[in-house]
């Protein structure tokens, strides 16, 4: 945990949840610290547009989580706050985008391949070995 906390100024039955929360902040910001030192057109032009938007959704919906974070921080009931829309309108745009990364991702029938095992499994002689 950060050294410059007494541990005198809390109950000692949190230490446990503070060590982990100390570890969760440490981990955001390091991420967001490798995220925000690249630039983002050069970021942009290396992904094709699927995972551009998922990039997009991933960016919005951390901040307005961070937000969320904040606000209760502050003593605000942020299911009261016009951030539990906001999260909800990404969310609902992050499962659109998994819909077309799980419809890309569907074994797509190979018409030609199938017409020619159907021909060739009903075709005379082959089933008469015995």
Same mark, same amino acid.
């Given at each position: 945990? *950060? *050294?410059? +906390?007494?541990?005198d100024?809390? =109950?000692?039955e949190?230490?446990?949840?503070? $060590?982990?929360? !100390? #570890? #969760? +902040?440490? #981990?955001?910001?390091?991420? @967001? !610290? /490798?995220?925000?030192?690249?630039?983002?057109?050069?970021?942009?032009? /290396?992904?094709?547009?699927?995972?551009q *938007?998922?990039?997009?959704?991933?960016?919005?919906?951390? @901040?307005? #989580?961070?937000?969320?974070?904040? @606000? +209760? $921080?502050?003593?605000?009931? =942020?299911?009261?706050?016009?951030? %539990?829309?906001?999260?909800?309108? &990404?969310?609902?745009?992050?499962?659109? +985008? /998994?819909? &077309?990364?799980?419809? %890309?991702?569907?074994?797509?029938?190979?018409?030609?391949? *199938?017409?020619?095992?159907?021909?060739? @499994?009903? $075709? =005379?002689?082959?089933?008469? %070995?015995?």
């Open positions: 945990m *950060a *050294a410059d +906390v007494k541990t100024d809390y =109950p000692h949190i230490d446990e949840q503070l $060590t982990g929360f !100390d #570890s #969760s +902040v440490s #981990s955001v910001k390091t991420m @967001l !610290d /490798k995220l925000m030192s690249m630039h983002r057109n050069d970021l942009l032009q /290396k992904l094709n547009p699927l995972d *938007a998922k990039l997009d959704l991933m960016s919005a919906y951390t @901040l307005n #989580s961070l937000f969320w974070m904040y @606000l +209760v $921080t502050q003593g605000v009931n =942020p299911r009261e706050h016009g951030i %539990k829309q906001e999260l909800e309108r &990404i969310r609902t745009y992050m499962n659109r +985008v /998994k819909e &077309i990364t799980d419809k %890309k991702k569907a074994a797509r029938l190979d018409k030609g391949a *199938a017409a020619r095992f159907l021909r060739n @499994l009903f $075709t =005379p002689g082959l089933c008469d %070995k015995g």
